[in-house]
């Protein structure tokens, strides 16, 4: 099994059933070709919530992401994630790990059909030797309902850009689970407008945290029971706490 395989031992808990944190960030910081884009920061992540970074606008959130899903190198600092060293295990951490939501990185092809971008995913996360067959609704349905939950899902006939904002970031955060990811970070919560569609959107990714850990962005707080918030602008040491 490569190392890219294995699975965390993090994400099983210990033997008391208590579980580790997902990220534990002790003082890190990244620098740019401009300056420092975060930093220092200093938080845990626990397992099986959601979870919120606040921060103002500018302040490197995005690039804090893509820092505790291993895609982004901390110029210093310790990062753990799912139990393993970042930068030094980055493979296996990419390998359990996925981002959504992300401007220029997961952007959906707007010309093409949910059918066919469902494909595409499933072709990119299944062996090479597997062939992948045409998306039927039914496949659509299995994929995206733990996402959607009560609201309808697209049939896989419709293109991409007959949906509104809500359903292709719903879409997005689908298409990031297919590989079965232990934790998932999803940017900038204010990119939902709306603010019945964001409260829907709060409320799935609640729903999927037990199974994926979720972990997102805001300026302010995300209103609803059980989240938790890292509050960036509070001090230098920072831990996750229960919105109340």
């Not at 805001?218 to 609803?224: E, L, N, Y």
């Amino acid at each position: 099994m490569t190392d890219a395989e294995e699975a965390p031992d993090s994400v099983h808990g210990d033997s008391d059933g208590d579980e580790a944190a997902v990220v534990t960030a002790r003082e890190i910081v990244l620098n740019g070709t401009r300056g420092r884009v975060y930093g220092p920061c200093t938080f845990d992540i626990p397992a099986g919530e959601l979870t919120v970074i606040k921060s103002r606008p500018g302040s490197g959130r995005t690039a804090l992401l893509l820092s505790v899903t291993g895609r982004m190198r901390p110029s210093s600092g310790g990062l753990t994630v799912l139990g393993l060293p970042y930068p030094k295990r980055g493979k296996a951490i990419r390998a359990h790990t996925a981002i959504a939501g992300f401007d220029d990185i997961d952007d959906l092809d707007e010309s093409v059909t949910v059918g066919e971008a469902i494909r595409e995913r499933l072709v990119w996360a299944a062996p090479w030797y597997r062939r992948v067959r045409k998306v039927s609704d039914d496949t659509a349905m299995a994929i995206c309902a733990p996402v959607f939950g009560d609201r309808a899902v697209p049939p896989a006939k419709t293109v991409i850009w007959e949906l509104g904002q809500l359903d292709q970031l719903l879409l997005r955060v689908a298409l990031a689970l297919v590989p079965d990811p232990y934790l998932l970070a999803v940017d900038d919560f204010e990119q939902v407008e709306s603010d019945s569609d964001r409260a829907f959107f709060t409320e799935r990714l609640c729903a999927i945290a037990p199974s994926c850990t979720v972990v997102s962005t805001a300026v302010d707080t995300v209103s609803g029971y059980g989240i938790c918030h890292v509050d960036l602008g509070a001090d230098s040491n920072r831990a996750a706490q229960a919105a109340q």
